[in-house]
């Protein structure tokens, strides 16, 4: 369609300005043609080509034409009209205010500045949020790219063009027999290189090429033309961030090559784990990954090599399917006046809900009393507290076999119990809470009943509630 | 326009009915069956009454191959062992008035309307009964169709799976398997081709009865599998003394 005038109406939106003028679309700012109010800004794009002339770029906005009327909250902008495809073909959505990722990036290369380590996991950790958000509706973005990432003012992130995305309930439009790479070269995916449309995972391995040009203003794979070059990322790590940028924390690179890591199985499992280390600094486990600061030698990219050769296209299950299968899993152990068959019994009931999800995440909790760290030497008083009840949290978990499960231990303060477990579930997007259905022994049964009752009621998730029970050998002794 | 597609009821009156309800709860406006009124079940009297009914309601009625099969009596004299198919087919031929049967005999095998070809097996050749079951079967089937201008949509059973086949961006049709009850995006500029499911014969291991729903206005096409007395229908089979597999069949959905 050509480009529209200011002014002009189009199915009751008034024009304005013209905010974007792509090579797929115009993007217009638009308000209702009879003055009545919205509540909140809009944005009307309009496809250059209409499905008419049978052109292949169409395809794109059909696509999200399709995608974006059915996705909800806070991370896509929300959708307020679209055209009839055929014959008047746009779409009006949300102008979500903010900057997008590669204006940040920008201003980076202007002032020839790097992102702080604290702002490339901040940012990570929102764009992996809505990332989640994304999967758990059985969408895959495919592709996440600085230009595709707005920041909102309020810290969260918003995906923005769905043109490539593939909506697990319908037909993908964008796939077809042959089975070609779909997506933007820098970000791309190693499995979508070979074909493969609707693995979660590919959406993390684009969030781990933002991190890596974050920390080092460097693309780990360039920005290959070919498909040849882009083939190159079946089988090669990129080089070691801390070997471009020495200040960067260990835990961060491991985080980064995590993300990056060339079979899909290899990297976080879904987009809620990667925040959760991004957000839990001191709880990610360093390995050889992260401490790297040499290439991959010569060898062991030629062995990868060989073995890329074979790689080609498998279906995925579902987004949400998958995603379900690697649930981030929360203890909240008692403190004080836990009876032995309460640790135990929550033991069990944690080892049986984990027993069957080889990829699940375990974060074990306890909440303390902020009266119990409200001494005189305040700061010194605090770390040694919490050193002492996660010592207590990491013997509590010592009898488990966590060699298949990442697992942290966190010390929350606060003096609503219920509360402090619910907002920890919410902030982390724990699937599964698991708690003991008497936490403090009988003589207080009077409030106990309380704390796991409010929090089976305002959970965001499932709750377990465990009730004691010992084993008859324990029993005798 | 709402229409339900209704196809391979195979005389099972308790999942018809199931299917009819829910299709009301839909706004649904006009109904279509897709062939294989008859056979396995044990109400076929009741299921043709209940079609005649919808027929002259304005519903769409086409003919299977079930609706053949049942024509003739004694189609195994000769066979000592009948297969368990000619078994109800002669018990079938028996139920039905032959003024039901001629009703089946006649009904059309095709059907077009608002840019559909609704017919029982594949459009290519309506009468062989072929089946829509891979992207290259289904291909035949869509391009038969679509040398009518005004086609766009083909909706067939005897398969009794429900599949959607489209095309991507590539020349080949490409098979989806639908998720039941979200309305899936099928626009005018497009081919589609769908087979729909059956009625009253799941075999994919669940028991709940298939059927679908396609809105020509807002081209959209909902897949649905309704929940039915599905072990009542099962004792009536045993009740009428047809083979047990049949029973077994309507349990399981296998």
């Not at chain 1, 529209?4 to 304005?16: K, Y």
């Not at chain 1, 940012?123 to 958000?133: E, F, K, Q």
């Not at chain 1, 070269?185 to 781990?208: H, K, L, N, T, Y």
């Not at chain 2, 599949?163 to 009850?181: E, I, N, V, W």
């Amino acid at each position: 369609m050509k480009r529209l005038e200011a002014g002009t109406e189009l199915d009751g939106f008034r024009i304005g300005a013209c905010l974007h003028a792509g090579g797929m679309a115009h993007i217009y700012e638009v308000t209702y043609a009879d003055e009545r109010p919205s509540p909140f800004d809009m944005v009307m794009k309009v496809p250059r080509m209409t499905a008419g002339d049978g052109a292949e770029n169409i395809v794109g906005f059909e696509v999200e034409h399709q995608i974006l009327q059915v996705l909800h909250g806070t991370h896509v902008p929300r959708f307020v009209a679209a055209g009839d495809l055929v014959n008047l073909p746009y779409l009006v959505m949300e102008h979500v205010p903010g900057l997008t990722l590669q204006q940040v990036l920008d201003a980076h290369t202007e002032n020839r500045t790097r992102a702080e380590v604290a702002d490339i996991a901040r940012l990570g950790a929102s764009i992996a949020r809505a990332a989640h958000s994304l999967h758990q509706q059985n969408t895959c973005h495919l592709d996440i790219k600085p230009a595709n990432v707005l920041l909102h003012p309020d810290g969260h992130a918003v995906l923005l063009d769905f043109g490539l995305s593939c909506h697990a309930h319908y037909p993908d439009l964008l796939a077809e027999e042959l089975r070609k790479a779909v997506g933007s070269p820098a970000w791309i995916a190693p499995e979508q290189v070979v074909g493969v449309r609707g693995d979660p995972r590919s959406d993390i391995f684009a969030i781990g090429v933002m991190l890596y040009e974050l920390a080092t203003s460097e693309l780990p794979f360039g920005n290959p033309q070919t498909s040849g070059g882009m083939r190159q990322r079946l089988w090669m790590d990129p080089t070691p961030p801390r070997r471009l940028r020495d200040d960067l924390p260990e835990w961060l690179q491991e985080v980064v090559l995590r993300c990056l890591e060339p079979e899909a199985a290899k990297r976080y499992p879904s987009a809620a784990h990667l925040a959760f280390d991004l957000e839990h600094p001191k709880q990610v486990k360093v390995t050889k990954r992260g401490k790297q600061i040499q290439g991959t030698p010569f060898f062991t990219h030629f062995k990868r090599w060989l073995k890329a050769a074979g790689m080609h296209y498998q279906p995925s299950p579902l987004p949400s399917q998958q995603i379900d299968e690697v649930p981030i899993v929360m203890v909240a152990v008692p403190n004080h006046e836990a009876s032995d068959a309460t640790l135990y019994s929550l033991r069990q009931a944690v080892a049986r809900s984990l027993g069957i999800r080889p990829g699940a995440r375990l974060a074990v909790v306890t909440v303390i009393s902020p009266n119990l760290s409200s001494t005189s030497e305040h700061e010194k008083s605090e770390t040694t507290l919490h050193r002492q009840y996660r010592t207590m949290l990491q013997q509590w978990a010592q009898p488990l076999d966590l060699d298949e499960h990442q697992t942290s231990y966190h010390v929350l303060e606060s003096s609503d119990v219920a509360h402090a477990i619910v907002r920890y579930a919410e902030g982390n997007n724990v699937s599964m809470i698991v708690m003991g259905a008497a936490t403090r022994g009988l003589q207080m049964q009077r409030f106990v009943t309380t704390v796991p009752i409010k929090v089976a009621m305002e959970a965001p998730c499932t709750v377990i509630l465990v009730k004691q029970a010992l084993p008859f050998e324990h029993l005798m002794v | 326009m709402k229409y339900a597609l209704l196809s391979d009821i195979h005389s099972n009156l308790h999942a018809l009915d199931a299917c009819l309800a829910h299709a009301q709860t839909q706004g649904v406006e006009r109904m279509a069956i897709l062939g294989d009124l008859v056979s396995y079940g044990a109400f076929p009297s009741e299921v043709v009454a209940r079609c005649q009914k919808l027929q002259q309601d304005g519903a769409i009625v086409l003919r299977g191959n079930h609706e053949e099969l049942i024509q003739t009596h004694n189609i195994n004299t000769a066979n000592p062992n009948p297969s368990l198919g000619s078994q109800t087919a002669e018990w079938t031929h028996d139920q039905l008035s032959p003024a039901q049967r001629f009703w089946l005999e006649i009904l059309p095998l095709t059907a077009q309307v608002d840019q559909m070809l609704l017919v029982h097996a594949s459009a290519d050749a309506p009468e062989r009964w072929r089946y829509v079951e891979d992207e290259r079967t289904a291909a035949l089937s869509l391009d038969a169709a679509c040398t009518h201008p005004d086609v766009r949509y083909v909706f067939g059973g005897h398969v009794h799976h429900q599949s959607l086949y489209y095309r991507g961006t590539g020349r080949q049709l490409m098979a989806f398997k639908p998720t039941s009850g979200v309305p899936i995006p099928t626009p005018k500029h497009r081919q589609w081709i769908a087979t729909i499911g059956s009625v009253g014969q799941p075999r994919d291991g669940n028991p709940r009865a298939m059927y679908a729903v396609f809105d020509s206005t807002a081209a959209k096409l909902t897949f649905h599998r309704v929940a039915y007395d599905h072990r009542a229908a099962a004792r009536a089979v045993r009740e009428a003394g047809l083979p047990e597999f049949f029973a077994q069949r309507l349990e399981t959905g296998k």
